[in-house]
């Protein structure tokens, strides 16, 4: 390699070209493995632009690298040293070596591109350049060396003693990531480096640190591989500034001495400890922040503000010499935390701003301070500067380009340190005043290391400093019995079981024991948390200054107020805000003067006196300290730690410079003038300050309060904004919480007596308190906080103390806190919380799980763990773990005694560290899982891992794969591992099979628990437990394949093996398999991806002969992607003998299989495969030998027609195959074709369905099969392959069903096989839908009628074209014709004609749907003279009135019967009446009439002699006898027209009017004809809207029907006289049988008065009809009735011993409260009044409120009615007990068609005695049992019922609170006529949905299903969809509100089946 002093000492061409090509290689390689964006901004740099296409061209990118470098090599000096600094600059991961030497050959870099390339000119201009004179640059460097001098003798006064940085570490993490060639695949184990790089080698890597990690919403496998690649390094802080050009970041919280060692540097700098650094210069951000120009230029920045020069010449001769070798530069900035500013992304290319505009940077030129300092700390400005920036960790993510920078964190103290500080800050300390002790230091240390919360706070320098100043104060107010004082203890109060054991919750009980042995005195109190410590240092300053205004001032406090800022008594850290400096010197004195106390005071008297003191200091000066929290909080606000002395009163600022809570500053000016000021003695302080004003001071609004309170991350954003005041002030605010102080809160909030506002003190302390718990309750609620946030609440919950706070927080689940520092601080709060949630959870089963994957802590940090409860789990994995770090664990393991999980991966765990963990989890009994994969264990030490594991009695899973194995060492572990006895899956996998390499990527072991296995009642000593042996993914090489095969024959056990990917082909796979009889507990073998082929599959066909445990055999693409093979399962416990040996049970299985062998089903799947036609010969020779049963799956294969000749041809001779599945295979038309040939060849043949895209089987009878099926769909068939088909079919006369939908037959096609079916011997159907059919078609099809065996024919050609033909089942039956959507032509109507007159026994016909749109005069004359007809419907064919009655004219009076329906869109109100009138005057013998909506239906009898009349005339003696008008919008008036045929109509029994109004008109004609009907037997009236004044002479009228039986008025509104009238009348009708009055609508129970008739009337009509006691059917719905009322009603009832049908549904009472109406009360006495009725076949009483004592009086009765046949109870409150008892006497009526029970509250005993029941009532048609809570259970009882219902048409579950239906949906299979059915509103899934796809073929009869509002996916909806296919009677599958089918997936669903609907009606 050339040295950098050999390139600069010669000529710089030849440097840079003998660089180039000694260094090619390595910077190819560097290059190639570049982002593709690197090599665009280099290829920029060629200036030739043929030569830059022609590399742009180039796809590789190692060939594009290597023509870069070559072209580099030969354009000469300049053009290469630039190109070698833009390499530099650009690429990432760059070695240190190679960028050092680029840059030392490469020109000197400039300020940024556009400084560069203005000073780019020839060798003459730059001649000219006038060099800066050296003794300027000299003389500058010397005045600089001695400023920083006297800055750090300033910094350091009174620091206790000299900063050592050698032995000061820092952490460098860096980013490391992977080379393009190694990212494919990770390295091995076994290369992994055990010991960290070097810090030198992280000068040109990309770092990362805590705030610049993977966020939290990261990928799990990213955050894993971001954790894998951070690596840190441990250095000292001198080698910060040994690298030249770097750039480094270095973090550190409040405290932890940044600035100090900053100007440490500085010092070591100035007395040349750094010679390659001729300039540095530190800058301080809060001072920058006193600079109010906005505006400044770097000239203003170096020599205005920093260290100004003797005069412009100077200045301007070091601004050249920085600009032209800022290498030889170093800049400091310290303190970014504390920039008021904030910069721009770093990411932003914009983030200079100004900094190139003009193109050339000016340092002369004024810029934004912001962007004129992220310039030079992003280095933009002067790249290639030596850059030392300091900040907080969380501020780290938009200070600096982390990509070109180093990112290093400050470490904390360890023991030994804060015991070498302790000792320092008391030595030649006194206690209480007296002499001075040389035990008191070590005392202290005694409490610093033996307090877990003292200790993990002292591991930051700043507060272990605070804990020593407490403690000294607390010493120094002792009061104590023995010599020299007292100790000291923790505060808080103890839990019961702490108080028994010893132990606090984070903290021990120790040192109170240890202080009263030695010293003889009780101890006192120390405070718990950093809030109380605050307190006591807060008290022990405001004591100095009790002892200042009593005169008693000493020396050193006089010389406090001169004491500069930045000072503080550490060991080597040092704090910002300095004046904490004086802490030790002002809490001595302040002991020194303190009075003493008796010696006979208990500790709890020291205690309280020692509370009551520093209550009383703080309540003396609560003013003060207001008006400082009051400032300090305006600083946080405003970002502000400095503040100038007009910003408080004199009087303010001097007590606190007194007391040292103030310390002077200088405020620097914008002319470099400075002037006086002060800030807080530490951030931290302010913070505490600010803390207390907002929990004390009642002017703080809630608002501002509650915006303090939140959690701080670790992770900032880079867009977020910079928040940088605030690191613990939301820790005071909860520390505050404590109980602790409430005391010193009081006193701050104003005393007992008042507060500020009218608030009383408690009162703002409590609502403070409030609000802090709601906050922080709040927090421990969310499910989604990151690991920063999760560590930030552990410590403000800590911080509060409140033992049920911190229940809530450590109840979580998982505390995932990934890639960030964590402290021991950090994991003393984790363990409190965790703790907390243990004690106050006991018996609880869930603990814990902490994820330390990625963070960076020291081994102090796990002592925090030590005996911590509640926690299940542990998580680390990083390369940071190693031995050390394991060992440290290992001594907290066992501690732990809840453990069950522990994963310790990717780590540097190596033999050593492994030894030590096992043994410590040796002693964990509740250990399930183990993880210790990715490390650098050796086989040794593996094997001693197998052979202490399986002994833990709770083990599961042992994970040790990528470690560092050997073959020998690998077959060993497997046969250990393999012949453990409570091995259940061992799993091994290597890099791949192609990779040749030993790696073992997973070596997973799975264990079954002991306690399991203990707790089997009867185990078999004998029997091996079934194992399971993964191997995959492995290249094995002969005799590997051999050595392991012998591995194989010596496990035990062996259930499952595993060997696929492991490259064996069928030569290993040969020998594999020979070693199955030596392997007989083995039930699965996988051997896929094993390179075998066809050859190979014939192989192992074989072995489904010759190997009788083998049952089945699935393959994929001809055996090399999928091939597993299944055996018998042992039968060894079905034998009788007690014991027997290995042999004998063999024995035993092979006989057991022998006898066995004809009733095994074996299976042969092959999948997936192109099958060559001598591949297919041989397998079918081969299976057809095999015994038993066989099933062979061909599906998704490629077949020629040859191949498919060959399987045909051995089909016959293959007995023992059962079912051949060729589903999605490839092959043409004349394949299927032959395969159809089997039909007639193979008489086993059952069903054969072929599709080239969908399902398609082969099935098999095992004799001769009576019926065969044939559905051949979705082919391309022509004429030729219709005739070769028709052909093969004429040979099989077993086909019942033949299917030839979606063929595209065409016209022609369809007449071929008309032309055939004469020939054809089918028995049910043939379908022939969806084969592109026209009206010629069509008629082809209607000529098949006149075939002697075609029965039905059907065709529709619309959207959804339909064609059927059906034969005769078993005798002749009465043919049918359906015609739809045809569209005939006159000429198509006189061929239909024509064939419709050569078939006399034609009975039903149906044209429809405009199949008649042309001369239907023509056709309705031909039609009416088809005497064989009875049964013609015709719908919406565009018929007139007049053609309707004409045809009646036409119509045949010798007809026998006939049933004529009629529909179009024009038949409503007065054009259906008149239509009605003109047939009547036509046709006399019309017997019935029905409209319903544009519906008119109408019956014929004929009568011999009986002609009809002509349409003028009007009919005498007509037949009439029923007339019904429903819904078809007739009003009374339009009657009018009936008038002369209905007078005419002696015979008329029936009328049934539902009107839309009735008129004076309509009730005057139903008046008088009323008159004349004296043989009218019903009479039922229902009007819309209701009538009052026309019903009233109705009523009067019916006194003229004396043979009336049946009376109905619905809708009526019966008004008083009405009302009188119908009680008199219903009496005087004496063979009345049927009342119905309905009043108001349908389904509206709660109509105010809507009957019309008064309470008194009402009764009239209840009177009447109780009169009537031979009553066979009441209906009374929806009426209003009295008290008196109802108790009339049931006397009636109890006469009406005739009564078969009662119909009470929805009645109430007039007189009760709204809430109330219903007739709870008076059901027992209804239902006590049908003691008699033995004949009931119907009862309905819905929404009555039965209740259970109406249910309990009912059931009395339904026992006795063997004859009922429908029950309707809904919505009645009826409950699970008596609903179960209704249901049991149900068992008693068998003839029960319709149940229902729906909206009542059966819950799952209902349901299960239903499901007994139902196997007794086997007439039932519907049932309905929605909305009740039947749930699972009752579900499940309920779907056993129904397996007997072959009845049923009609099953309602909606709403029945259980998604688990899928025991109902599967046992509709047995209803078989199911129509309807319903399951919405459950939140049912897919597995329901596949299910009912299932079934859906088998419902022949269903019509609707109902889904909706379901949790139904796509699959599930697609598969219903699919199975519609064959389900032809489906109208509609509603599917509406299954949100988790998108719009997409809907509108695809939709194309595929027109049926599923997605609309809400």
Known sequence: MVSMETDSAGDPEDSVSRVLEQERVSLVDLLSDQDPHVLSQLLCLVEDPGVREGLQLLGDPRQRASGLVDHFQHVGAQAAARFLEAVCMACVDIPMHLESLFMSVSEPATGDIGYQTSTSRSPTAASDVKRPRLDHIQSYTDATKSFLLQKHQRVTKNVAREVRLDETWVSLRRKVIPRGRDRAARPQATTTSSSSTSSSSTSSSSTSSPSTSTTPSSASSELQDVEEAGVEDRVAVTSLLRCPSQATVLLGAAGSGKTLLMYSLAQRWAQGAYPDLMLLFLLEFRQLNS????????????????????????????????????????????????????????????????????????????????????????????????????????????????????????LGFDKDAIREYARHYFRGRRRGGGDGDESLAEEAIRHLTSSRHLLAMCHVPALCHICCVCLEHLFSQERGSGPGGGGVTTTGPKTQKETTTGTITGRTTGTDTITKKMTGREPVQLPSTLTQVYFQILAAFLSRRRTLSNGMEDEDVRRTGDVTHNNVPQVHSHNRNDS????????????????????????????????????????????????????????????????????????????????????????????????????????????????????????????????????????????????????????????????????HLLQLAGGEGGGVGGAKPHQVVQKRRAQVVKVLESFAASANLSGPKLVELCRCTHEAQDARLAAKVGSRQSFELRNIRLTPVDLEALAYVVTAAAEREEGTEQGAVLDFGGCSMETECLTMLHGCRNVEALVFRSRKYNDEFAEALSAVIPTIQPLTRLQFTNSKLSDAGATELVLALAKCPLLEHVDLSNNLMTDSCLKGILDSFPKLPSLTTLLLGRNSYTWSGLFGLVEKAMNCDTLQRLLIKGAGAMERSEEVQEFNLHFISKHSVNNLNNLDQEEEAAKTLQWTNYSLSETQLKAWCGVLKRCLGLNKLDVSSNALRNKGVKELLGLLPSLGSLQEVILSENGVDLDGMVLIADLLYTCPHLVEVDASHCGDQKLILTFLPSKRKQTTAPRQTRSQRRSCDSTYVEQDTHHLRKTFSLTHSEIQTSSMERLCKTLGKVPGMLDLDFSCGIFEDATIDVLVRNLPCMTALQLLRLSHVQMSTEGALSLVRCLADCPRVQALELRPRGEAFIKFMKTKAEHATCRLTQYQMNCRNMEKLSGILEHCARISHLDLSGNLLKDEGVQVLMDWLPKLRIRKSVNLNTNGLTQAGALHLVSCISCETVVAVEVRLGHEERSLIHFIQESAQEKSLSLRECNFTTEHVQKLVEILLTCPTLVTLELSCKTLLSDSLTILSDLAKLCSLRNLEMRDNGLCSEAIETFFQLVSPHHLQWNISIEEAWMSDEAVVALVAGCLNVNSNIQEIEVTSNLMTLSLAGHRGVTNHSRNSVGTGSSLKSIRFSNCDVKGQHLCALQPALAASALLQEIDLYLNRIGPEGADFIVSILHTLENLRKLSLQTKPPTEYEIVPIIDALRQCPNLQSISLSGCLISDMGAVKLGETLPSLPHLKCIEVICGCRGNFRLSRCSGWSPPRGLEVVRGIAQCRTLEGLRLEHLELSEEALSCLALGLSHMTSMTSLRLSGISMVTASPEQRNITTHTQPLMAALRGCNGMEQIELEAIRLGEMGVQELVKHIPTWTQLRHISLADNCIGDGAGETLLRSLAHCPAVEILNLSKNRLGPASATQLGKVLSRLTCLRVINLSENPITAEGALRLSEGLMNLKQLTKLHLTAVETPELTCVANALRHCVNIEDVSMGWNGCGDEVALKLAEVLPKCVKLRRLDLESNRIRKEGAKSLAENLEFSFSVEVVRLWRNQFISDDERVALRALEPRISFSST
């Open 291 to 410: 600079i109010d120009q906005p505006d400044v230029s770097l000239r203003d920045l170096l020599f205005r503000f920093l260290l100004p020069a003797t005069d412009d010449e100077q200045a301007a001769a070091v601004l050249e010499y920085i600009l032209r070798n800022p290498e030889k530069v170093c800049f400091i900035f310290d303190g970014y935390d504390e920039f008021r500013g904030k910069f721009t992304s770093a990411n932003n290319p914009r983030g200079g701003g100004a900094l190139l505009r003009g193109g050339a940077f000016d340092p002369c030129r004024p810029l934004p301070m912001a962007e004129l300092l992220a310039g030079l700390c992003r280095q933009r400005i002067l790249p290639q500067c030596t850059l030392l920036v300091t900040c907080r960790p969380r501020d780290v993510a938009d200070l600096v380009d982390v990509a070109r920078c180093r990112v290093g964190e400050l």
């Open 580 to 743: 904490m400096q004086q802490t030790g010197t002002n809490t001595h004195n302040a002991a020194a003067h303190t009075t003493h106390t008796p010696l006979h005071k208990t500790a709890t008297q020291t205690r309280n006196t020692t509370h009551t003191r520093d209550v009383g200091v703080l309540a003396e000066l609560a003013s003060r300290i207001q008006e400082l929290g009051r400032l300090a909080l305006s600083g946080l606000d405003e970002s502000r730690i400095v503040f100038p002395s007009e910003r408080l009163r004199p009087d303010l600022a001097h007590f606190g410079t007194a007391t040292g809570l103030l310390c002077p500053v200088d405020v620097m000016l914008g002319d470099g003038s400075s002037r006086p000021g002060v800030s807080f003695m530490h951030l931290t302080m302010q913070e505490f300050l600010a803390a207390l004003h907002l929990v004390t001071s009642p002017e703080v609004p809630e608002s501002r309060f509650k915006s303090k309170l939140t959690l701080r991350t670790r992770w900032t954003a880079k867009n977020e904004p910079k928040s940088v005041f605030t690191d613990s002030l939301q820790l005071y605010l909860c520390g505050l919480l404590a109980s602790d102080c409430t005391a």
